[in-house]
């Protein structure tokens, strides 16, 4: 971790922007483009202030290097992006991805997107993520000429290992299945929230119908008046802070909803072991056929039905010649195969041990991180319920006076 890219640079998403311009289809469109800026802390710790480099970048380059990451480091659980719209909101928040209070989200979540890479210990040493942060022209060319597209499996590959692998690793399956109950409990919490939300939202602001009515009250009344008026000035404070409130709630919402997107990370992880499973083993299933069909011709008999069996049949037998000939191929093939599957069997191995060790430092983080964002929405409740306390105390101290 001490050479990680963080300990060496600061990295902050400063601002954005909204730009218009036009796409490959050579049609405008509006988008937010966003400063990303980096300086050395290296030079910084000798006295010196390092000069800030900066450049920008839009959401779909941030999307590029992630797809990016998760092609080339298959073993990893690669940090997600914050969300490209809105969504478990409340009333109060619009579901455009263009409302400054959305994009000012999605700012702070690609900033941390950043940070996360560059604290990984292994993602942080990656060339193209270093010029994704230094290199603003020419990056998008340099990402395409790696060839990751062309070594990104499909869904549908994907799909097919998933209900035809016979002897699946227990531990990822396990995984898996973890992965999608989290998704799902995060899912039922943020919703629950919004919920709460909103209605809190509903309560804060009927207090300010408290402050009018106090308020107008007062004017009709000589003793009871500077009471009834200073316990409707209590009322408006507290209708009016909740717009405060609830904008940090969201900040711990988006906390919760960066673990709701890192769990289909995780279920990225466990369908490439599938798949090098699945890989594994049709190298073994074809390895044995072509064992079988060396056997058969090297001793003339027909284990199993095959149309080749009865095409000699009804032509004739092959001569020896050929029957050599063919044995020879096959050797060839069996002795291919072989190595091909030992290959396979030492990738996987491989694949399992750096897999399940980024698993654990996934682990370790997740606990770390959930257990702050839970306390901390904790003590902003609590802060919450003795303001609302503190305010019928200064109204009670009013109405006492009169």
Not at 31 to 40: D, F, G, M, V
Not at 86 to 108: C, Q, T
Not at 242 to 253: G, K, P, T
Not at 254 to 271: H, I, M, P, S, T
Request: charged residues 30%.
């Amino acid at each position: 971790m001490e050479d990680c890219l963080a300990k060496k640079m600061e990295i902050t998403v400063s601002e954005a922007e909204k730009r218009t311009g036009r796409n490959a289809m050579n049609m405008q469109e509006t988008y937010t483009a966003y400063l990303i800026e980096t300086r050395a802390v290296e030079s910084q710790s000798e006295g010196q202030c390092a000069p800030v480099d900066s450049l920008w970048r839009r959401y779909s380059e941030f999307e590029l290097l992630r797809n990016y990451l998760s092609v080339t480091y298959p073993h990893i659980v690669v940090p997600p992006l914050p969300e490209k719209r809105a969504d478990f909101v409340w009333h109060k928040l619009s579901a455009d991805n263009m409302d400054p209070d959305f994009v000012e989200r999605r700012r702070i979540g690609l900033e941390n997107f950043l940070l996360r890479v560059a604290s990984h210990p292994v993602l942080c040493q990656d060339k193209i993520f270093y010029s994704f942060l230094t290199q603003e022209g020419g990056w998008k060319e340099m990402v395409n000429e790696t060839g990751f597209q062309l070594k990104a499996d499909s869904r549908l590959k994907a799909l097919n290992a998933t209900f035809r692998v016979k002897n699946p690793d227990k531990r990822f399956t396990e995984l898996k299945h973890y992965s999608d109950e989290l998704q799902s409990v995060i899912s039922h919490l943020l919703r629950v929230r919004a919920r709460v939300a909103d209605r809190l939202y509903g309560v804060y602001k009927v207090h300010g119908n408290y402050g009018r009515v106090f308020s107008e009250w007062s004017a009709i009344e000589k003793e009871m008046g500077d009471g009834l008026q200073s316990a409707g000035h209590h009322m408006d404070v507290y209708a009016a802070s909740i717009d405060d409130i609830l904008e940090e709630e969201e900040h711990y919402a988006d906390q919760l909803k960066e673990y709701l997107f890192y769990a289909e990370a995780l279920r990225a992880v466990c369908r490439k072991h599938e798949l090098m499973q699945y890989d594994l083993e049709m190298a073994a299933q074809d390895l044995t056929s072509k064992k079988q069909q060396c056997e058969e011709l090297a001793t003339g008999t027909v284990r199993t039905f095959s149309l080749k069996g009865m095409t000699s049949k009804l032509f004739g037998q092959e001569t020896p010649e050929q029957r050599e000939a063919k044995i020879k191929v096959l050797e060839e093939q069996i002795q291919e195969g072989e190595e091909q599957l030992k290959s396979k069997n030492l990738e996987g191995r491989d694949f399992v041990k750096s897999a399940w060790a980024d698993i654990e430092r996934f682990k370790e983080q997740k606990n770390h991180d959930l257990k702050e964002a839970l306390i901390s929405y904790a003590v902003m409740q609590i802060s919450m319920c003795k303001k609302g306390i503190q305010v019928w105390t200064n109204a009670k101290e009013c109405f006492s006076k009169m």
